[in-house]
């Protein structure tokens, strides 16, 4: 089972990205005893993730308003090996945010080990509309652990309507609700907006 959940990155994504990359959270030593870092990148160089993310915002001049999006993807405790969660974080990233420069890594610093996918708000391909790519995490998610034989959250454990005990509990623990996926899209739509006739065009899902 993999719980997800994502969040505008409004400043400072070097911080973001050097906090995902941290050896003392990604450092592995497996069945041989050979040590690695469990941490990769799409579309971009590892080592220079940011500065590539920010020549693709300046390319378009958009190095401004929402800098990036960090999702974060939580697997149920000792259910997943640290290398298969990598894997499937890298898949992921591949599956939904083909055209985007990903920062990734897998944490091994809790009980539960979990990803963090930290992605340009620019895709490196064209301008595009994140609302398009912002729709579907849980469904790939959950598909890719399906495939791996992992747990997935069950159907009557899902929102049905109204304030599901699953927002009240993350709003209690200060975790971003689907009320905060929304604001993130809309700061999305006007990040990528030339104007309001735009923004709208992009709210709308027509941009």
Known sequence: M???KIKAIRQRMDMSIEYIYRNDKTR?????????FLR?????????AYADMMSTKQRWNK??????????????????QPQVALEIAARFAEQY????????????????IHCHIVFNSVNCMDRGNFADYY???RETSDSLCREYGLSVIPVSEQPQGGKHYTERR??????????????ADIDAAISNAGSYGHFDQLRQGKG
């Open 2 to 4: 993999a719980y997800t």
């Open 40 to 48: 990769g990148s799409q579309n971009c160089i590892q080592e220079q």
């Open 97 to 112: 945010l083909g055209k985007y420069e990903v920062a990734y890594s897998a944490h091994l610093d809790a009980d539960n």
């Open 28 to 36: 592995y030593i497996d069945d041989t005893g050979q040590e690695m």
């Open 170 to 183: 993350a709003e209690k623990q200060g975790e971003p609700t689907w009320r905060d996926v929304i604001r």
């Open 135 to 137: 729709k579907g995490i």
């Open 63 to 80: 190095d401004w308003g929402v800098a990036g999006y960090h999702i974060i993807q939580s697997f149920k405790a000792y259910e997943v």
